[in-house]
């Protein structure tokens, strides 16, 4: 079946440095890649979805790139902020009727000032 | 625009007590889902409504059950609560089950069951 799998966390940064968080993903077909952040004491918000190989999803100065050849959807910051401090979570959509979200594990990132 | 809401935030049950969550969205959706998120374990779902009337089970159903009373409203009941249910819960909503519709979450309730 369908699996995501992120790199395990925490993760903790000085502020205006530069951020990675890995993701990798199983599929049959080529699912939408999304990214969701869940900050303190909050539900989950998208931050950013790709739809197709190549695609690049861009939101708040975080990006993440739909690569097909590595079953990857790697998110990267230039420059994290106090205020990014949070858990993300990598998903995989449907691909089909019939299928639903698969979420990963989430990583939390603390930034320190 | 609320969006989704979830009622109650916090809950502490004792082993074997029932009780339901209630989920509401202002948003037009045709789909509802019940997820709950453990400790490392991201999100799992447990049942899913994709439009009014239709429900299915998700990865984890069992010690549940889930009525989508109307479109706007999706409800999680725990029959006989036990302590492997203490979780946060998560209402969200998507205007279909297509392969790019994003889900708008609820806050969450967190049940405690001792």
């Known amino acids: 079946g369908n699996s995501v799998t992120q790199m395990e966390g925490p993760v903790t940064l000085s502020e205006e440095a530069f951020l990675t968080i890995n993701c990798t993903y199983t599929a049959t077909g080529y699912p939408s890649l999304f990214w969701y952040v869940q900050y303190p004491g909050e539900g989950l918000q998208l931050l950013l979805k790709a739809t197709k190989a190549d695609d690049k999803g861009s939101n708040k100065g975080f990006e993440a790139t739909y690569r097909k050849e590595t079953t990857s959807f790697h998110l990267e910051k230039g420059s994290v902020q106090v205020s990014d401090s949070a858990v993300y979570f990598c998903a995989l959509g449907p691909h089909n009727y019939g299928q639903n979200f698969v979420f990963g594990p989430g990583t939390r990132l603390s930034v320190l000032p | 625009n609320a969006g989704v809401t979830q009622t109650p935030k916090f809950q502490v049950l004792k082993t074997g007590q029932s009780m339901t969550l209630q989920c509401a969205q202002d948003m037009n959706h045709n789909s509802m889902y019940w997820y709950r998120q453990d400790p490392g374990m991201g999100l799992r779902l447990i049942y899913y409504?994709?439009?009014?009337?239709?429900?299915d089970k998700g990865e984890v159903p069992n010690g549940y059950n889930v009525s989508r009373l109307n479109k706007r409203e999706f409800s999680l009941r725990l029959e006989s609560a036990a302590p492997s249910q203490t979780s946060v819960y998560f209402c969200a909503s998507s205007e279909g089950t297509s392969v790019s519709y994003e889900q708008y979450f609820g806050p969450g309730t967190r049940l405690t069951v001792t």
């Open positions: 409504s994709a439009s009014e009337g239709t429900t």
